[in-house]
Structures are given as structure tokens and as C-alpha cells.
């Protein structure tokens, strides 16, 4: 028997609260009627989907099956959506946007302000999320775009997903008020002190540069938050890199920006899901976010 895809979404939903009660509150059923359709659809299934325990539900191996296919059929209905909104010439729309956060702070205000101008009806959602995360919700369906990064090239990870490049950016050396920069020795010359690392990916990256530069950098401190990096730099507790865009967000004072080539450069790119940039409104942001993109180049 063919499995009902509302039902998909119904197992969607109550995965997602960890119980049955749960979902029916955020559906707005009553929990009778969402166990009957779930029921139902382990009984089309001919398997069971869930495991009910006093903590709330967990989906046995064939539900988690479904699961996956239910993301792909949440994120197709989400497309439907969108692309019905076309007839109305973008008077209607909704875009789901995950960044990370120096392109939140730097690209997206700039994109989100210009697309609102053009197209007021038009929503954007935004999420603050790094690019393992972002990959992640855009391959779920849970958001449109996804503007991530990665090093000396595109980001790890991206399978099915389409890659749009926007631009390149420098990464800097950042060391405290009257630190005489590394000079010839590079990198090597701060072997001894304190580093300040961030994301993963942002300390994997630092990790590589000061390994070829044939030393282990002592990370201290471990924070993704560009501001905190910079005031504990600027109080002389570690130095750090940055990339261009982190300091055009935002620049303490009392720090110094030494840039290095060694460092590498970041890659910038938009995310989406094959044929998501022909949505009406999914495409008039990925327009604005080129352009941004391009004025900051």
C-alpha cells in the first residue's frame, strides 16, 4: 500500500518534539488523533516506526528510513510553495536563510535590506549557524541558502548541494597593542605564545598553518564569538587569525592586524539545494547576496 505523505510529515513532527503529546501541541491536535495517523502509517509501512518509552519517542531503524524521506518530501512541499508565489510576480514568498556570523554581521544586512526594498512582501528568515550546520539544514530542508565557507577552496561536505562562489577573502595574523609582528621567522615566531582558536574548521585551519610553519600551536582559549577573540587579544592573553570579513565586522581598537600569505585565504559561497535558485524569491535573494558580495570584493 502506497505510504501517505502527510503522514511522512506527521512521524516528521513528532521525531522532532521527542513525543506524541508534543507534536499534537505544535500541530494543534489532539494527541488521539495524531497516534491514529501514526497507526496508520506504521501499519502501511508494515513495520514499526516508533519506540515509546516514558522519555518520549525514538525512531526504530525503518522509521528513521522514512525520516530521511520525509525531509526530502518537507523540503519539495516548501518548493511548491515558493514556486506558486511566482504567480504573483514575488508579492508573496518566504526565504529561509542560515550564515555564519561575520557574513551575518557584513553580507546579509546589506542583501536582506535591498531585497526588502525591491520585494516588501517578500520574508527572510534568518538563522546564525557554522557551515557544518548550515549544510546540514539546507540538505534537510529546514532553510533555502546557506552562506558558508571554506579554506583554499569550497567547504567539506557539500554532497548533492550546489555550490554558488561569491568571493575570496584574506586571513590575517591579530596580536596584541605593541607586539612587534613574526618578521621573517613568519608564523615560526610565535611558537611560544597563546592562541585564541575558533570554530572547528577555523581551528583546523589555524592548526595546519602554524604546522607547517613546524610548530603545535597552544590553543588557550576557544571561542567563535569575533569580538571576544579580539578584547582577549587586545588584553595581551593569546594572539589569533582572523579573516577580512570577522574585522570588517568589527575591529577593536587595541589590536594589531598583521596580514601574512601563509595564512591562506576563505572561500565564500552561497548553498542550496538542485533547482532551489529558480524559486522566484529564493532567487532574488541569491541575487542581492552577489551583489553585496560583489561590492565588498
Known amino acids: 500500500m502506497a505510504l501517505d505523505p502527510r503522514r511522512l ?3 516528521r513532527d513528532v521525531a522532532r518534539a521527542g513525543s506524541i503529546s508534543a507534536a499534537a501541541r505544535t500541530l494543534g491536535w489532539t494527541q488521539p488523533a495524531v497516534s491514529q495517523h501514526l497507526a496508520r502509517l ?3 509501512a508494515g513495520a514499526p516506526l516508533l519506540l515509546r518509552g516514558p522519555g518520549g519517542v525514538t525512531p526504530t531503524e525503518a522509521g528513521e528510513l522514512l525520516l530521511r524521506r520525509a525531509d526530502v518530501v518537507a523540503a519539495e512541499l516548501h518548493a ?3 514556486e ?5 510576480q514575488l508579492r508573496a514568498g518566504r526565504v529561509r536563510l542560515v550564515a ?3 557574513a551575518a554581521a557584513t553580507l546579509v544586512p546589506e542583501a536582506v535590506g535591498a531585497l526588502a526594498a525591491a520585494h516588501p512582501d517578500v520574508t ?13 539544514a539546507v540538505a534537510s530542508g529546514d532553510a533555502d541558502l546557506a552562506l558558508v565557507f571554506g579554506y583554499d577552496g569550497p567547504p567539506a561536505g557539500l554532497g548533492p548541494l550546489v555550490w554558488q562562489r561569491l568571493l575570496d577573502e584574506a586571513v590575517h595574523l591579530v596580536v596584541p597593542p605593541g607586539r612587534r609582528g613574526p618578521g621573517r621567522r613568519g608564523l615560526a615566531a610565535l611558537a611560544a605564545d597563546d592562541w585564541i582558536g575558533g570554530c572547528v574548521r577555523c581551528r583546523t585551519h589555524l592548526v595546519e598553518c602554524c604546522e607547517a610553519a613546524g610548530f603545535t600551536p597552544t590553543v588557550r582559549h576557544t571561542t567563535d564569538d569575533y569580538v571576544v577573540v579580539q578584547a582577549l587579544v587586545a588584553r595581551g592573553l593569546g594572539v589569533t587569525v582572523l579573516p577580512a570579513s570577522a574585522l570588517a565586522a568589527y575591529r ?13 585565504r576563505r572561500h565564500v559561497g552561497l548553498v ?3 533547482g532551489a535558485d529558480g524559486v522566484p524569491a529564493t532567487a532574488a535573494l541569491v541575487a542581492e547576496v552577489r551583489r553585496a558580495a560583489r561590492d565588498t570584493a
Do not use: K, N, W, Y
Not at 506558486?84 to 504573483?88: D, K, N, P, S, V
Not at 577593536?252 to 591562506?264: E, R, Y
Open 100 to 102: 555564519f556570523p561575520s
Open 9 to 11: 510529515l506527521i512521524l
Open 124 to 136: 527572510v528568515g534568518l538563522e546564525e549557524a557554522e557551515p557544518p550546520e548550515a549544510l546540514a
Open 80 to 82: 511548491a510553495e515558493e
Open 84 to 88: 506558486l508565489a511566482a504567480l504573483t
Open 42 to 44: 506504521e501499519r502501511d
Open 272 to 274: 542550496h539545494r538542485p
Open 252 to 264: 577593536h581598537p587595541d589590536v594589531q592586524v598583521v596580514p601574512m600569505a601563509s595564512l591562506g
